[in-house]
Every structure is written in C-alpha cells, then in structure tokens.
C-alpha cells in the first residue's frame, strides 16, 4: 500500500532533550516536506527536500534539522525542543515538487 | 516576508448552496496553487490544483479559478454536502533563492454544510 509512515504518533517529553520524529514514504517520490499546524496558523513548512542530499528551509526552520540520506526516509530533528515547538506535525511526499502531496497521519508532540 | 490571506475563517452554508473561498498572494512568481481539505482529525488531501498558465479548472462539483495580475485564486463548490464540511486551505509555491520549492498555506477556511 502506497503510504507515508511517521514515527511516533505522539510524544510528550521535557525542555532541551534531542528527539527525532521519522517520516518514511515507498512511493519513490524525490519530493519530501515537513509542516507544523497549530490552531489559527494553519500549516507552516519546516524543511523541504528536492531529492537525495538536496534540503532546503520552509517558512519555519528555526530549531529544526533534517537529513535526506535515502530518497525514502527524511527524518525531522529537534536538538533542544522547546515549549513553542509544542505541535502536530505533519511529513508529506510528492513525486516532484509541483505535484499532490501525500501527508504522513501526524505527529503530536508536547514539550513540558 | 511571503504571504498568502485566506478568506473568510469560517463559512457556514445550506446543503445544496455553493461556497467560495478566495486566497491572494504575494508573490508574483508564484506557479502552483493547490487547495487541501482536511476533515477533523484527518491529514489534509488535495482536492484540486492550478498551475500559473491555466487560469480555471473544474473537478465535478470543484472548481479553482486563478487571476494572476490580481494575485488571487479561489475555490468554488456547487450543490455543498454535509460531506463538504471540512477545513479548506490554500496554497501557493513560494520563491526562495531561485528555488520553488516552498509551499506557504492560508491559514484555513472551515465550510460547515447543513442539513
């Protein structure tokens, strides 16, 4: 089944520990982006990735890393999360850019 | 910075009306327009997208017009259903250093269609 998988579903941790939230696609698409969505802001791009290697900032890349290693996984990094990073986020893929995307089910992380 | 204005926040129809929501932007380079639909406790899916050369396209009972000179783009639903009801946002690719791969949403419109 033609899916995009994040990692985990929910998270609740503290101030300033490192955490990962994986986001995994096996529809070979080039094209992978994280959002935030929080009430009234609608959804916020993080990062965005073009292809392998190629990463580039969103609208809201402060506090965040990510990585693209492999063309199916695009894993999303808070070194040192913080309570404003409180949010339900969201990976998505597409083909190309310019194309649908296909949003993961939703991550949503509370920082204490 | 770039920005894209949603309107209204909310809007409420009767069953069998239709709905139009209006999106503008900034940026005059701007090339892709898509418009999501996410249902409470759901992931956002795209229902329809334009592209800057076309400037109206229809899918059954959606359409999405663009004005480019204007800077605005809207979607159109006829005949609405109690399934219609959902939070609708718009799109537009954003310029960055000579990349398009950004994506700045509106910050959402939700239709309530009823009965």
């Known amino acids: 089944e033609a899916q995009v998988t994040q990692n985990p579903r929910y998270l609740i941790t503290v101030t300033g520990k490192k955490l990962t939230v994986t986001c995994s696609q096996n529809?070979?698409?080039?094209?992978m982006s994280w959002y935030r969505q929080d009430p009234g802001l609608g959804l916020r791009q993080i990062y965005y990735?073009?292809?392998?290697?190629?990463?580039d900032k969103g609208d809201v890349p402060e506090g965040y890393k990510v990585s693209r290693k492999e063309k199916r996984n695009f894993p999303l990094i808070l070194e040192s999360p913080s309570p404003n990073q409180t949010s339900l986020y969201f990976c998505?893929?597409?083909?190309?850019?310019?194309?649908?995307?296909?949003f993961g089910p939703g991550t949503r992380l509370t920082v204490l | 910075g770039e920005n894209v204005e949603q309107h209204p926040s909310t809007l409420s129809v009767q069953e069998g009306d239709s709905a139009v929501i209006k999106c503008t932007y900034s940026?005059?380079?701007?090339?892709?327009f898509p418009w999501y639909k996410q249902e409470l406790g759901k992931r956002p899916q795209l229902i329809i997208d334009?592209?800057?050369?076309?400037g109206e396209k229809k899918d059954q009972r959606i359409a999405v017009t663009l004005n480019k000179t204007a800077k605005h783009f809207s979607l159109h639903i006829t005949e609405t259903q109690p399934e219609d009801s959902a939070v609708y946002f718009c799109?537009?690719?954003?310029?960055?250093?000579?990349?398009?791969?950004?994506?700045?949403f509106g910050k959402g419109t939700k239709l309530s269609v009823k009965p």
């Open positions: 334009i592209r800057s050369n076309v």
């Open positions: 998505a893929s597409s083909l190309f850019q310019h194309n649908e995307q296909f």
């Open positions: 990735s073009m292809n392998v290697e190629v990463t």
């Open positions: 799109a537009a690719s954003i310029r960055y250093g000579g990349s398009q791969g950004n994506l700045i």
């Open positions: 529809m070979n698409h080039e094209y």
């Open positions: 940026d005059s380079a701007s090339n892709y």
